[in-house]
Structure formats: structure tokens, C-alpha cells
């Protein structure tokens, strides 16, 4: 088999997914039908998951050099009167800021770099993958010679090639050949409105909005920074609008005529959009996945197009890592199982604000804003969206007592001893954590610990007093305090985290924590092949049918018109 993972596609997520997979010492092959990176703009921004992915990745810093962080976004009427003003922390719960503006080639530019410095990722560039053909033990992918323009470019330009792997995930965009290639239709959640997307290089400092949203039934608009240097002005478009007369120079130029002229930027990108609200009915066929673009396309208001590709990027890193080492290939069905739902939840909730942002309907339009002006004045904040957890996957059993199984676990500040503060994935590594906050939960728990160690699992203590540390563990003081806040609020004092920070289970007491501790190594231990392979019913039991609730988005004001 020449490669453990064929990954299709080169963008922002195919390069997450290949370095991840690298880091863990994968044999990769990415196929890429263009010669070069595409160095035009499409996501513009990021938020802390992101960033902390980032972090994980040994990037985060010299991306963050490049981006600029937004602390505002707000929404205004087609008279500029704000209507919900959004804020955003410097701080999120994963360590960083929420709200990030990038220039995406700058990102795609460190991405690119890290890959190619990552051993076993071999970047193969300018080939379209056109067959997908499952094998007793793996895939193979056909790919064709492509010519500058990423289509399939014929014999005269070079013979196909035939990719091996165990796996091949399609990181390969809306327009994905993988997927339509396996035959994998979309739900449609019916929100598909024609934009015009014009980016500008900036000439010199223009005052700008940053983030604003104009929801002018005569144009809807939507003004954003892409970093330090660019900037984006989004205009819905008319059906009667033709392609040819939106992207005219002299009529992008009018349309930004309020804002800025050819003396304040450089005009290098104006090309009509899409925006669109689908994802995929499967992620996964045999051994052949989807991630991205490829899985879901969702409006932009959210800003988590990319995000989410970068969650489906992470969440599948590691559990292709297990199954590559022994684990039953049944642990891949978790990954739609908790990707699935989370994406769709914030496709959703993306759809909500675009359709109110897009009301083209005059009176439709002056109630909306009368309904938001009279929360603003009554002193009601903005609600933001919460993102889910995990209801369903690879979690422990569910439990009364377990409120912090399938929530993503934050990342606060922590110290050691006399040092600096640190972040606390900087402490506890990347892989499994189990992290405790009573040092007693671990009397005669020796064997257990020890198996733990042995699985690859990390420990991590907090604010243990100097006689209880032990060597084994790494003791951290809670700087700020947020780690108590976290447990206090979950009912917890021990949690065991994922390698994507999702909680896999908490525990309460000793015995709780020994059930918690015994469930995870099971799941973790690979699976001989002469084995009965188990089955992922027990790691998929639904948990009871409260509400799963996760981070809270500060843009996600539900902007649903007048109260009926």
C-alpha cells in the first residue's frame, strides 16, 4: 500500500488534514489539480477554534502576524442605525481571539510551508482525481494530467496515475468530483442568493468599516476586513443582473463609490458568488470521506464556512490515526455522527440571520428594524448562538451525572511554578488528556494510570498542593481561575479529553472516575485483526435528550423580525 491517507484537494482544510496526519507520522498524498497555490481571497475570517488549531499545528503566532483581530461586528438598516452591535473577547474559550479577519493566502501561504516541511505529506500538484474505486483493503484514485486551469488536460500532457492508500478523504471544495463521484446527494436547506464579491489590496489607511452588515432592502451589503491590507465589499445581486455587468470595473467602482475610490485601493478580485446552504446526506462510503466544502456549504454570516472544514479536519485526523493502528474501522461511522449534527445546527442558524439580513421587501424590512431597535433600547444584549456539543461518537456512556461528555473543553491560561503563564494545550500536549482537579480521585488508581500512560494518554493536575505532585503529572496553577469556573459548572472534578478537546466523559468521584478511565481504554485499544470486531453502538448511544450546548457565538443575535 503506497500511503496510509490520499487526500483530495489542496485548500485550507486538504492542508489542516495532511499536516495533522504528517505530525502523526501518516504517509500522506495530497492531490491538487492546480500547479500553484490559488492566492486569491474566499474565507475571510477565523475564530479561536481555528487559532487554536493553529497552535496545535506550531503556527498560530506567524499566522496571527498576518490577521487582524475584529472586536465589533454590527448589523445596521439602510439608514446606518445599528441594530444589534456584536462584541467579541480577545480571549475565547480556546485561548485566542474570536473574531480574526485574514487575507486567505497569507494563511494558505504558512499551511503550505508547514506541510511541506512535515515528513510523509508529498504534495502532488496538477492532477484532477477522476476514479475512486474501493479495494479489499483500501482505495485507489485515478488522477489526470490537469491544464492551467485545473481541468483534466488529456494524454498529450502527461499519462494518469494511479494512487493506493487505506483511506482518501475529498478536501475538494463545493464542486467536489469525490463526492459527486460516489454518487453522495445534498440536503438543500434552501437559502441560494446571488453575491458579488469584490476584494481590494488598500493603498493607503481609509476609514473603513470592519465588519458590517447593511440590511438595505434596496442592496444588501456586507463590509469586512481581510487582515491589515485588504479589504471585502459583498453586494446581493438581482436576478436580472448578468455575470458580465456585475464584475465591469467601472460597476464594482460604483458600488464602492461610497466608501473608498481608485486613489484609496487596488481592485484585484470581482467575481459573482453563490452563497449556499447544503450538506451532505453521507460523509463516508467504504473507506472514502468527505471534509470541507465537500461535506457543506453554508452562508456566511456565521463566518464558519472554514471553521467548520477545519473541525471535520481534526475531528477525522485522529480517528484515522487509531484505526491505522489496529482500532475496527467502525470508529470512522463517529465521524459523521458528530460532525453531521454540528454542522448543521450553525448551516442553520446561518440561513436565520441571512435571510433577515436579505429581506428586499420594503415594509418587511421597516418592521424587522423596528423590532431590533426596540430590543436595543429595552437594554436587551444580543443572545449570540451557542455552537453544540457532541450528542452522539466516540463518548463514554451517557450519564445523569456526566454533564461535560461532548462539550469542547476551553483552554485557559496556566502556570508552572515560577514561569510565565502558558496556554494550557501548550502543557498538556496533543493527544489524550485525562485532567483532575482532586488529587484524592486517584488514590489506588495506580494500574489505571499506568494503562493510561501506556495507551499515549497525558495527566494533567490542577492547582494540586506541592506534597501532592507527582512526577507523572503535570501540575498547572488555574491563573484566572476558569478551570474552577469550568468544573464548578459541569459538576465535575475530573474530565478526559479528546485530541479535538471535546470532552469524551467526566467524573465526580473515585468510582466514577475508574468506570470513566476503564470505558476510555477500552475504546482506545486497537483491535487485532483475528478479533471480533465490537461494534460503535454503545460509543453512539444518544445521551438523554436534553439540549447539548457549547460555545456561544457573539454574532448570532437571532434576527427573526417582529415578535408574532
Given amino acids: 500500500m503506497g500511503y496510509d491517507v490520499l487526500v483530495i484537494g489542496y485548500g485550507p482544510v486538504g492542508m489542516v488534514l495532511s499536516a495533522l496526519l504528517g505530525q502523526r507520522g501518516r504517509r500522506v498524498a495530497v492531490i491538487e ?108 484514485v485515478v488522477a489526470q494530467p490537469a491544464d492551467e486551469l485545473g481541468r483534466v488536460a488529456g494524454t498529450p500532457h502527461g499519462e494518469a496515475r494511479t494512487f493506493a492508500a487505506r483511506f482518501a478523504v475529498g478536501c475538494d471544495g463545493g464542486n467536489s468530483k469525490v463526492r459527486s463521484g460516489l454518487g453522495i446527494e445534498m440536503d438543500d436547506y434552501g437559502f441560494q442568493e446571488p453575491w458579488l464579491v469584490c476584494d481590494f489590496r488598500l493603498k493607503r489607511d481609509v476609514d473603513l468599516p ?63 458568488y453563490t452563497f449556499r446552504s447544503t450538506v451532505a446526506q453521507e460523509w463516508k462510503q467504504g473507506r472514502i470521506l468527505l471534509a470541507g466544502d465537500a461535506a457543506h456549504q453554508m452562508p456566511p454570516f456565521l463566518g464558519q464556512g472554514m471553521c467548520s472544514g477545519f473541525r471535520d479536519a481534526h475531528n477525522l485526523a485522529w480517528k484515522l490515526d487509531l484505526v491505522l493502528q489496529g482500532a475496527t474501522e467502525d470508529l470512522l461511522e463517529t465521524y459523521a455522527a458528530e460532525r453531521s449534527p454540528h454542522v448543521r445546527a450553525i448551516t442553520e442558524k446561518a440561513v436565520e440571520l441571512g435571510r433577515v439580513q436579505t429581506v428586499r421587501d420594503k415594509q418587511a424590512a421597516r418592521l424587522r428594524d423596528e423590532e431590533l431597535l426596540r430590543r436595543k433600547r429595552s437594554g436587551r444584549r444580543p443572545e449570540g448562538f451557542r455552537f453544540p456539543g457532541y450528542s452522539e461518537g466516540f463518548l463514554a456512556p451517557a450519564s445523569p451525572d456526566d454533564n461535560a461528555r461532548g462539550q469542547l473543553f476551553p483552554q485557559a ?45 497525558t495527566m494533567v493536575m490542577l492547582g494540586a498542593p506541592a506534597e501532592e505532585r507527582a512526577e507523572a503529572w503535570a501540575t498547572v496553577d488555574d491563573v484566572d481561575g476558569a478551570y ?54 454503545r460509543r453512539m448511544a444518544p445521551a438523554d435528550r436534553r439540549p447539548v450546548q457549547g460555545d456561544v457565538h457573539p454574532a448570532a443575535e437571532v434576527m427573526s423580525g417582529p415578535a408574532s
Fill in 210 to 272: 470592519m465588519a458590517l452588515q447593511y440590511g438595505d432592502p434596496d442592496q444588501p451589503t456586507s463590509i469586512i476586513s481581510l487582515g491589515p491590507h485588504h479589504h471585502r465589499f459583498s453586494f446581493m445581486l438581482d436576478e436580472v443582473v448578468s455575470s458580465a455587468e456585475a464584475v465591469d470595473p467601472d460597476e464594482v467602482w460604483r458600488r464602492v463609490s461610497r466608501w473608498i475610490t481608485r486613489d484609496d485601493a487596488e481592485l484585484i478580485r470581482a467575481a459573482p
Fill in 33 to 140: 489539480r492546480y500547479a500553484g497555490l490559488y492566492n486569491l481571497p474566499r474565507a475571510a475570517t477565523f475564530d479561536d477554534d481555528a487559532m487554536r488549531l493553529l497552535q496545535k499545528l506550531g503556527i498560530a503566532e506567524s499566522v496571527a502576524a498576518g490577521t487582524r483581530v475584529q472586536r465589533t461586528y454590527d448589523w445596521c438598516n439602510a439608514e446606518g442605525e445599528v441594530l444589534i452591535g456584536n462584541e467579541f473577547s480577545d480571549f475565547g474559550g480556546s485561548g485566542w481571539p474570536e473574531f480574526n479577519m485574514m487575507f486567505q493566502p497569507v494563511l494558505e501561504s504558512e499551511l503550505d510551508a508547514l506541510c511541506r516541511r512535515t515528513p510523509g505529506v508529498e504534495i502532488i500538484r496538477g492532477y484532477v482525481a477522476t476514479e475512486f474505486r474501493q479495494t479489499g483493503d483500501g482505495v485507489e
Fill in 484 to 537: 474552577q469556573r469550568w468544573f464548578d459548572g459541569h459538576g465535575c472534578a475530573s474530565v478526559i479529553v479528546r485530541p479535538d478537546w471535546y470532552v469524551y466523559g467526566s467524573a465526580v468521584s473515585r468510582d466514577s472516575l475508574r468506570n470513566l478511565l476503564r470505558s476510555c481504554l477500552s475504546d482506545l485499544r486497537p483491535v487485532a485483526p483475528e478479533a471480533k470486531p465490537r461494534t460503535a453502538s
Fill in 413 to 457: 491560561w496556566v502556570g508552572r511554578g515560577s514561569g510565565r503563564a502558558q496556554r494550557f494545550d501548550d502543557v498538556s500536549g496533543a493527544g489524550w488528556v485525562l485532567v483532575v482537579r482532586d488529587p484524592s480521585a486517584l488514590a489506588d488508581r495506580d494500574d489505571d494510570l499506568v494503562a493510561w500512560r501506556a495507551a499515549g494518554g
